[in-house]
Protein backbone atom coordinates (compact mmCIF):
# COMPACT_ATOMS: atom_id res chain seq x y z
CA UNK A 1 0.00 0.00 0.00
CA UNK A 2 1.15 3.90 -0.67
CA UNK A 3 0.16 6.75 1.17
CA UNK A 4 0.80 10.41 0.42
CA UNK A 5 0.17 12.98 2.80
CA UNK A 6 0.34 16.60 2.10
CA UNK A 7 0.71 19.60 4.05
CA UNK A 8 1.21 23.47 3.57
CA UNK A 9 -2.18 24.83 3.31
CA UNK A 10 -4.04 27.49 4.79
CA UNK A 11 -5.42 30.72 5.02
CA UNK A 12 -3.64 33.57 2.91
CA UNK A 13 -5.24 36.97 1.46
CA UNK A 14 -4.35 37.66 -1.69
CA UNK A 15 -1.06 38.51 -3.21
CA UNK A 16 0.64 35.71 -0.92
CA UNK A 17 2.09 33.08 -0.89
CA UNK A 18 1.94 29.22 0.09
CA UNK A 19 3.98 26.38 -0.40
CA UNK A 20 2.36 22.71 -0.48
CA UNK A 21 4.26 19.55 0.01
CA UNK A 22 3.85 16.06 -0.45
CA UNK A 23 5.37 12.74 0.75
CA UNK A 24 4.76 9.35 -0.31
CA UNK A 25 5.56 6.24 1.29
CA UNK A 26 5.04 2.49 1.66
CA UNK A 27 5.41 -0.18 -1.01
CA UNK A 28 7.01 1.67 -3.59
CA UNK A 29 9.73 1.14 -5.94
CA UNK A 30 9.83 4.14 -8.32
CA UNK A 31 7.81 7.16 -8.89
CA UNK A 32 6.86 7.85 -12.54
CA UNK A 33 5.10 11.20 -12.15
CA UNK A 34 3.72 13.37 -9.31
CA UNK A 35 0.90 15.92 -9.69
CA UNK A 36 -1.06 18.64 -8.15
CA UNK A 37 -4.74 19.03 -8.53
CA UNK A 38 -7.44 21.15 -6.95
CA UNK A 39 -11.25 20.83 -6.51
CA UNK A 40 -13.19 24.36 -5.62
CA UNK A 41 -17.06 23.71 -4.53
CA UNK A 42 -19.27 22.72 -6.88
CA UNK A 43 -16.47 21.96 -9.73
CA UNK A 44 -14.66 19.18 -10.87
CA UNK A 45 -11.53 18.38 -9.93
CA UNK A 46 -8.44 19.93 -12.28
CA UNK A 47 -4.98 19.60 -13.23
CA UNK A 48 -3.00 22.62 -11.76
CA UNK A 49 0.67 21.06 -12.71
CA UNK A 50 2.66 17.93 -12.78
CA UNK A 51 6.15 16.79 -12.77
CA UNK A 52 7.61 13.47 -14.29
CA UNK A 53 10.35 11.82 -12.93
CA UNK A 54 12.82 13.68 -15.78
CA UNK A 55 12.06 16.95 -14.14
CA UNK A 56 9.35 17.95 -16.97
CA UNK A 57 6.77 20.21 -15.71
CA UNK A 58 2.87 20.87 -17.09
CA UNK A 59 0.84 23.57 -15.55
CA UNK A 60 -2.80 24.61 -16.08
CA UNK A 61 -2.70 28.18 -17.94
CA UNK A 62 -4.26 29.72 -15.03
CA UNK A 63 -1.26 29.22 -12.42
CA UNK A 64 1.47 29.38 -15.53
CA UNK A 65 3.65 31.77 -13.85
CA UNK A 66 2.52 31.83 -10.47
CA UNK A 67 2.98 28.56 -9.39
CA UNK A 68 5.61 26.19 -9.95
CA UNK A 69 5.99 22.42 -9.06
CA UNK A 70 8.72 20.43 -8.21
CA UNK A 71 10.35 17.15 -6.53
CA UNK A 72 12.48 16.34 -3.29
CA UNK A 73 16.18 15.07 -4.18
CA UNK A 74 14.30 11.56 -2.28
CA UNK A 75 11.81 11.87 -5.11
CA UNK A 76 8.91 10.60 -3.49
CA UNK A 77 8.30 14.07 -2.02
CA UNK A 78 6.83 17.08 -4.00
CA UNK A 79 6.51 20.62 -3.42
CA UNK A 80 3.84 23.45 -4.72
CA UNK A 81 5.12 27.04 -4.60
CA UNK A 82 2.15 29.04 -4.98
CA UNK A 83 2.66 32.73 -5.49
CA UNK A 84 0.61 35.85 -6.26
CA UNK A 85 -3.04 33.59 -5.51
CA UNK A 86 -5.95 35.06 -5.65
CA UNK A 87 -9.12 34.36 -4.41
CA UNK A 88 -9.96 32.15 -7.40
CA UNK A 89 -6.93 29.49 -6.69
CA UNK A 90 -9.43 29.14 -3.25
CA UNK A 91 -9.94 24.75 -2.90
CA UNK A 92 -8.77 21.53 -1.91
CA UNK A 93 -5.68 21.35 -3.21
CA UNK A 94 -4.51 16.91 -3.86
CA UNK A 95 -1.39 15.43 -4.31
CA UNK A 96 -1.46 12.73 -7.14
CA UNK A 97 1.58 10.10 -7.75
CA UNK A 98 2.09 7.09 -10.57
CA UNK A 99 3.27 4.60 -7.98
CA UNK A 100 5.41 1.40 -9.31
CA UNK A 101 5.85 -1.19 -6.65
CA UNK A 102 6.85 -2.84 -4.69
CA UNK A 103 8.86 -4.34 -7.39
CA UNK A 104 10.02 -3.42 -10.50
CA UNK A 105 7.73 -5.42 -12.37
CA UNK A 106 5.04 -4.06 -10.80
CA UNK A 107 2.30 -2.52 -12.85
CA UNK A 108 1.73 1.39 -12.00
CA UNK A 109 -0.83 2.64 -10.15
CA UNK A 110 -2.18 6.16 -9.19
CA UNK A 111 -2.34 7.43 -6.14
CA UNK A 112 -4.21 10.64 -4.11
CA UNK A 113 -4.00 12.23 -0.98
CA UNK A 114 -6.43 13.34 1.48
CA UNK A 115 -6.03 16.72 0.25
CA UNK A 116 -5.43 20.25 2.15
CA UNK A 117 -7.48 23.38 2.13
CA UNK A 118 -5.77 26.47 0.45
CA UNK A 119 -8.08 29.86 0.79
CA UNK A 120 -7.54 33.03 -0.97
CA UNK A 121 -9.13 35.82 0.82
CA UNK A 122 -9.26 39.22 -1.38
Known amino acids: QVQLVESGGGLVQAGGSLRLSCAASGSIFSINAMGWYRQAPGKQRELVAN???????NYADSVKGRFTVSRGNAKNTEYLQMNSLKPEDTAVYYC????????????????WGQGTQVTVSS
Open 96 to 111: NAEVVGPTPWSSSRNY
Open 51 to 57: ITGGGIT
